[in-house]
């Protein structure tokens, strides 16, 4: 895995990264909706059922958490740190203008086209500039 990715490499990574991202959003709705759905039982409980209930979100819960965990293990392996796991928000190293940067890139997004300091995150994403050559 490179140290910083290229625009190039970052794009040609898209569809496995992708693919892992789609994952991490789509458990991490579920592992939400599991924790609402816990809260508010904890919140009315009476019978039993509730009791047999709550164990089973909670084992949900749990399992959810590992496999999220988990996908987030794969993109750390390729380098890459999840910024937010419901937007689909992905940093890669990168390097715009000499200067060490994240490359940002969230679900819906058909490329990775923009960057950010390392200290600024999502809000201050800029386009990245166009190599000479570049289309």
């Known amino acids: 895995m490179p140290q910083n990715y290229t625009v190039d490499q970052a794009n040609r990574a898209l569809p496995l990264v992708r693919r892992i991202v789609d994952d991490i959003v789509a458990q991490y709705r579920r592992w939400q909706d599991r924790v609402r759905e816990l809260e508010s039982l904890n919140a009315a409980r009476t019978a039993a059922d509730d009791v047999r209930r709550a164990a089973e979100l909670e084992s949900e819960i749990q399992s959810l958490a590992a496999e999220i965990e988990g996908f987030r293990r794969e993109l750390r392996d390729l380098g890459l740190e999840v910024k937010d796991y419901e937007r689909g928000l992905v ?16 679900i819906g997004e058909p490329a990775v086209q923009f960057w950010h300091d390392k200290d600024a995150g999502y809000a201050g994403r800029r386009p990245i500039p166009l190599q000479p050559g570049a289309a």
């Not at 390097?95 to 890139?105: A, N, P, T």
């Open 91 to 106: 940093d890669f190293p990168g390097v715009v203008d000499g200067r060490e940067v994240f490359l940002c890139w969230r």
